[in-house]
């Protein structure tokens, strides 16, 4: 495979970008080679710039759950460009995305638009601490809730991917605000709590985390999450920024029947636009400034090209439900396809699989918690992910990633990648 273009780009973009790229995971520092410079998307399909098509596994880390360049947000934006790109003045755009929201999730009463996911966490922690007067917040080991400074403890994703999930440039002040848990482990919630008794603003999580690789929440524990947090006046938030209208209409959420108060949310409602909301019950949305004293602002939030995108998202899914039962047959077919593969071979590694998220793990043990996760072989990993790529498709290129899986995925597509995976997993066994 020629990527001489795609190493040029890189080489030259370490003259003045940090690392060369401009978020950490991109530069596969955790499996190898030279990173792609991607020239566009289209479908199920990446095309770096030296002309290689890959079959896309990533979506742009969630949003593409149309695949990519669907032609509804395309003709949206472009439509929208016709107005103008940004006014920093209310639009009707915007009631209308919040009111879609609203009905689709219906735990968001009221929503705030702003940039990205990680400024929905640190509004909503900010929202939550204001509501409540009180400082702690818990957040669980692995998960990832953005690069606001007191999530940058335990972090998963880039932050465990480049081996820093306690940032530095992080001060103690800040960080002895943020207790940490383990993900599916009541008692250790039920101890914090009892611990820091009346001092607990809120309690954060993926409910279905994917930024240590997939994890599923054991039976009961996000029921059982609510029920202290009811108990206790804890606001609880559900980070839903990958899990929110991909593993159901309504999200994780609705999916396991378990309402929190507040939930943030990312890339998805901007058709991958940059964009991010937080939202929850009414009487805790309206602390929020001009309606109430907790101030959080932004010249892009409610971008109307944003909207746009995200208008045009959200209407196809709310209007096709059966959207979802085609994405969970394709991650079924892929984690089962996958499965069943490698038991032929006599492999048993973890394959964690919920709707149109996946994560194979390299490690025989059951993946519930960040301590699992950490378990897997990761040079393994790494020669999966290259040979994988070398036959056209392209994954998450660490293991602390989720796959995020699109309808564009056609049943020959499927056929390939699993193809692929059988060559891949002989190869590096070999
Ligand atoms: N941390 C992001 C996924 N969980 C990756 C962002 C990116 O590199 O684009």
Redesign the pocket.
């Known amino acids: 495979m020629n990527i001489s273009e795609s190493k040029r780009l890189f080489s030259e973009a370490q003259d003045y970008i940090p690392g060369g790229?401009?978020?950490?995971?991109?530069a596969f520092k955790a499996v190898g080679g030279n990173p792609l410079f991607i020239k566009s998307a289209n479908g199920a399909f990446l095309y770096d710039e030296d002309g290689n098509e890959y079959i896309e596994m990533i979506n742009?880390?969630g949003p593409m759950i149309l695949g990519h360049n669907h032609p509804l947000i395309q003709e949206a934006v472009i439509k929208a460009m016709e107005s103008g790109t940004s006014f920093g003045a209310p639009t009707a755009k915007e009631v209308e995305i919040a009111e879609l929201i609203t009905s689709m999730v219906p735990s968001i009463e009221k929503v705030r638009m702003v940039n990205s996911g990680t400024e929905a966490t640190m509004s909503a922690i900010r929202l939550a601490r204001g509501f409540t007067g009180r400082d702690k917040f818990i957040k669980m080991e692995g998960h990832?809730h953005g690069h606001g400074d007191s999530f940058l403890i335990a972090a998963?994703?880039?932050a465990m991917t480049m081996g820093n999930p306690d940032s530095p440039g992080v001060t103690s002040g800040t960080a002895k605000d943020t207790l940490l848990a383990p993900y599916n482990d009541l008692d250790a919630i039920r101890k914090l709590v009892e611990a820091n008794p009346g001092e607990i603003a809120a309690l954060i999580l993926e409910p279905v985390p994917?930024?240590m690789g997939l994890c599923l929440p054991q039976v009961g524990y996000l029921e059982g999450l609510r029920e202290i947090c009811t108990t206790e006046g804890i606001v609880l938030i559900f980070d839903e920024v990958?899990t929110g209208f991909r593993l159901s209409k309504g999200g994780a959420q609705e999916l396991f029947g378990v309402t929190p108060d507040m939930t943030t949310l990312g890339k998805i409602i901007g058709g991958g636009m940059p964009v991010g909301a937080y939202g929850g019950k009414k009487e805790i949305m309206d602390f929020v400034s001009p309606a109430g004293p907790v101030y959080q602002a932004g010249t892009l939030s409610g971008n109307p090209i944003a909207m746009s995108a995200g208008l045009a998202m959200l209407n196809e899914l709310n209007n096709n439900p059966q959207v979802y039962n085609e994405l969970n047959e394709i991650g079924v077919k892929i984690s089962s396809g996958v499965k069943e593969i490698n038991s032929d071979l006599g492999l048993d590694y973890t394959v964690n699989h919920l709707g149109s998220m996946y994560s194979l793990f390299f490690s025989n043990q059951t993946i519930q918690n960040f301590e699992d996760a950490k378990g897997s072989d990761l040079k393994m990993f790494g020669k999966y992910f290259q040979a994988m790529l070398k036959r056209g498709v392209y994954l998450?290129p660490s293991q602390f990633?989720s796959l995020f899986l699109s309808t564009a995925l056609t049943d020959d597509l499927i056929g390939k990648i699993l193809a692929a995976h059988q060559e891949s997993i002989k190869e590096i066994h070999s």
């Open positions: 790229v401009n978020s950490p995971v991109r742009s880390w990832y998963g994703s880039g994917g930024n990958m998450a990633e």
